[in-house]
């Protein structure tokens, strides 16, 4: 059996998990804070990829990303290699496609953090930054751990925006969903049988290890 | 006093249904009560100090230290203060040593109380590993006013910090306060609707009503101001000093010496030669033109009418003169009017008192 999508899977999702904490702090940071008229704007903007089907994700994205698109056109220049059909154009789609599932528990996390617990900081000789750090991060732990959590396997699950903007070259842009596709459309059940096994199994440990983190933390 | 040893603040806030102008000057020594009905805009004040109000136009100069005004307005982390709010606030994902670190770990000039000395005058030392969430109401504000005096701050802010707790809980703090009064030289300035809680507390006091400064000085000598409305109500009344003279065992009563007058108070209050601070409110004190020869009362006291209250309610405020002490006694305008009392008369007062602070 050939694990090399599952692994190049593995660190797709590793990687955007990371990216995306990243981009989610200040992003989350200032939906859950601001009190800007721009605000629901963004939300729905962040929260697209939830409705929208794959393909009219990936079709937006293969245009943008493609040669003659605004960021594929930079990249070309900047690197001289084309961002679709690589690696890295699967990191930036899967960033957009997996954004609403890091943003939302870090933004929540955000809200639930006490004004006056800021305030209280401040007042003790803490800046905004260092507040930030010091008390709206540490309490905010637990909203980082589902975000990502649920990036992560939902970037693992991907198919239908990594399949348009990807394509299926082996060791570039064949990750596990791809490759299990492509066994069952040549009638190979046993290999894909043995990575959908894989991946169910991982999935449902994932979810699971969440839950029973989520329930201790509600009972603390 | 000069500027060095004040707060001289000027503040003009307007908002929607809303108007705080209040200009000030508190010393930066000893408990100074900022008294006013709910709404006076008490915590706006505070709030304005600490810079955690946006959008003011005023000054505030701290010991001659410009931290406000002339369009300089120092951020809030760079005012040396301790802010008490009226909930403890405290870090729930800290414990309680971390907590009462906080500030410590980030005051520049070190010069704060010891982290021992502030634990042991609030009886912190069995709560150091605890999380906030295992500490009762009144623990959590005693880990709240440590926190901020381990901030090492020119004076501390106290928000109403008892009014979230219930009765119990209140009598359970106050003893503690008494004592960073008595121990620390921290300034305070606290902000209070009880009466009860200033008299025993404060040196100075300043009554801020509808946004208004209406009095503001030595607290004996505003409370026994007669044209201040906040003071004139059913809380209206004075504290004075004294010091225990003697205990009488057989009645269970307690001589308090006053520099010119002594005053039987029910109870064992303490050891003779400690000091007490008695609150007496105008409506226990009664006047009478002649001695009365036989009274419940035990306190007569020989008095002179310094003032009394202009109005046409059904009960007028006087304030009378024992040697230099002032005292308010409440009496209906008909008694006075038969007794035909004037300012300069000496009358005799019947007076009940009670200690609101201990040594």
Not at chain 2, 97 to 116: A, F, V
Request: contains cysteine.
């Amino acid at each position: 059996m050939n694990l090399g999508p599952l692994w190049l899977s593995v660190q797709l999702a590793t990687i955007t998990m990371l990216l995306l904490l990243l981009i989610a702090t200040p992003l989350g940071w200032w939906l859950a804070r601001t009190r800007s008229r721009a605000r629901p704007v963004i939300q729905a903007i962040v929260a697209l990829p939830i409705v929208l089907p794959p393909t009219v994700m990936g079709f937006y994205l293969l245009i943008l990303l493609g040669p003659a698109g605004a960021i594929g056109a930079w990249w070309l220049e900047l690197t001289g290699s084309a961002l679709t059909f690589s690696f890295a154009g699967l990191v930036i789609a899967s960033c957009i496609y997996s954004l609403p599932f890091a943003v939302q528990p870090i933004m929540s996390a955000f809200a639930a953090v006490p004004e006056g617990d800021l305030e209280a900081a401040w007042t003790l000789g803490a800046d905004r930054r260092d507040a930030f750090f010091s008390i709206a991060l540490p309490q905010s732990t637990h909203g980082y751990l589902n975000a990502a959590v649920l990036s992560f396997a939902h970037t693992l699950g991907e198919f239908g925006v990594v399949l348009m903007v990807g394509g299926n070259i082996p060791g570039e842009t064949r990750l596990i969903s791809i490759d299990i596709y492509d066994q069952v459309e040549s009638l190979n059940y046993a290999a894909a049988h043995q990575l959908s096994a894989i991946l169910l199994l991982f999935a449902f440990a994932i979810l699971l290890s969440l839950f029973v983190v989520n329930r201790r933390w509600q009972q603390r | 006093m000069s500027s060095e040893q004040k707060v001289q603040l000027q503040y003009a806030v307007d908002r929607m249904g809303f108007k705080l102008n209040v200009s000030a000057e508190i010393p930066l020594h000893g408990i100074t009560g900022i008294y006013g009905p709910s709404g006076a805009g008490k915590t706006t004040l505070l709030r304005c100090i600490a810079g955690l109000e946006q959008a003011t136009t005023g000054s505030l100069f701290v010991g001659g230290e410009r931290w406000q005004g002339d369009g300089i307005s120092l951020p809030i982390h760079e005012r040396e203060i301790g802010y008490v709010f009226q909930e403890p606030r405290l870090f729930a994902h800290l414990r309680v040593k971390d907590n009462i670190e906080y500030g410590m770990r980030r005051s520049r000039n070190g010069q704060g109380p010891k982290l021992d000395t502030v634990v042991n005058l609030l009886g912190l030392g069995q709560l150091l590993q605890r999380w906030p969430r295992e500490l009762s109401g009144g623990e959590a504000q005693r880990v709240s006013i440590a926190r901020a005096l381990m901030r090492a701050p020119r004076f501390v802010l106290m928000d109403e910090p008892l009014a979230s707790l219930d009765v119990a809980r209140k009598n359970e703090i106050l003893p503690f306060l008494d004592r960073l009064h008595a121990e620390l030289s921290t300034p305070i300035i606290y902000v209070s609707h009880s009466i009860e809680e200033i008299c025993r507390l404060c040196d100075h006091l300043i009554i801020l009503d509808e946004g208004q400064v209406l009095a503001s000085g030595e607290l004996q000598s505003v409370l026994v101001r007669l044209d201040v409305p906040t003071l004139t109500g059913d809380e209206a009344g004075s504290v004075i000093t004294g010091a225990i003279a003697e205990y009488d065992e057989k009645y269970d009563l307690t001589l308090i010496s006053l520099p010119s007058a002594q005053l039987w108070l029910p109870g064992n209050l303490g050891t003779i030669a400690d000091q007490l601070r008695l609150r007496i409110r105008a409506s226990d004190i009664s006047l009478s033109r002649d001695r009365p020869t036989r009274s419940s009362i035990l306190n007569l006291l020989e008095v002179v009418i310094e003032d009394i209250q202009d109005t046409r309610g059904p009960t007028q405020l006087v304030r009378i003169a024992v040697g230099q002490e002032r005292l308010i006694a409440r009496i209906t305008r008909r008694s006075r009017e038969e007794l035909n009392l004037q300012a300069g008369d000496t009358v005799i007062a019947q007076v009940k008192a009670a200690a609101v602070r201990g040594p």
